[in-house]
């Protein structure tokens, strides 16, 4: 099965996915983390989408696509559960997923939209600290490392990402609301979107989501 995880940056997805991966057996598919090792490893792609990303904006519908599909076709889509987490991000991108699903006759997918205020996603974001070698996430605030800006796993160095910055934040999250968000209603009204609360713990948010795939 496949699920969609939809909601503004802050708001708990890639968490979530992280602790389903580990207790429930999940893959987790990220296309913010794929552009991410992409810039960090100096590829090509890396190297076109580095600016993009850093300022809080878009990397365009076709590039984001291949990307995508390159990291689904790596699973088996009938056998394994899939998280695929920040994609779609348009309708276009909802359209190329389903119609590339259909032509593979995949029709086991559900949404999950996580719900979130904008004053805790900013507060969220701009406390956030990413270990630059492994990428587990921390918190100034709720989630602190042992030891001050070393990462609790391999003591490398935490790092704020540069689309974290507050002004960079305000750019992703008009982003979300103008291109994104009506993304909600559509699948609302296709099928039976499922609503969680992204501030709610973690269990509760999981505990939902497997009773109601
Ligand atoms: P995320 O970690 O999901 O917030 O993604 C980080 C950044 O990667 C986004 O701000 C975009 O620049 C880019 N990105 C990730 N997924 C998509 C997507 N589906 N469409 C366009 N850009 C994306």
């Not at 794929?34 to 878009?58: A, D, H, M």
């Not at 989630?143 to 750019?171: A, F, G, M, T, Y």
Request: some cysteine; charged content about 30%.
């Amino acid at each position: 099965m496949i699920l969609i995880f939809l909601g503004p940056p802050g708001s708990g997805k890639g968490t979530i996915s992280e602790k389903m991966v580990q207790n429930h057996n999940f893959k987790h598919i990220s296309t913010g983390d794929i552009f991410r090792k992409t810039i960090s490893n100096g590829t090509p792609l890396g190297i076109k989408v580095k600016q993009i990303i850093n300022s809080g904006n878009l990397v365009d519908d076709k590039t984001t696509w291949e990307v995508a599909k390159d990291a689904l076709e790596k699973f088996d889509l009938n056998s394994e559960n899939i998280i695929l987490d920040g994609y779609p991000r348009n309708i276009d991108q909802s359209f190329f997923l389903e119609k590339w699903l259909k032509e593979q006759s995949i029709t086991n997918l559900k949404e999950i939209y996580f719900e979130i205020s904008k004053d805790v996603i900013i507060k969220r974001l701009t406390s956030r600290m990413v270990c630059d070698k492994c990428g587990r996430t921390y918190n100034k605030l709720t989630l602190k490392p042992k030891i001050e800006w070393k990462c609790d796993d391999d003591n490398s160095e935490l790092i704020q990402r540069k689309d974290d910055r507050e002004e960079n934040v305000k750019v992703r999250l008009e982003t979300y609301e103008k291109v994104t968000a009506p993304l909600i209603k559509y699948f609302t009204q296709k099928n039976n979107l499922i609503v969680v609360k992204g501030d709610d713990d973690a269990e509760s948010i999981i505990s939902k989501i497997l009773k109601s795939i």
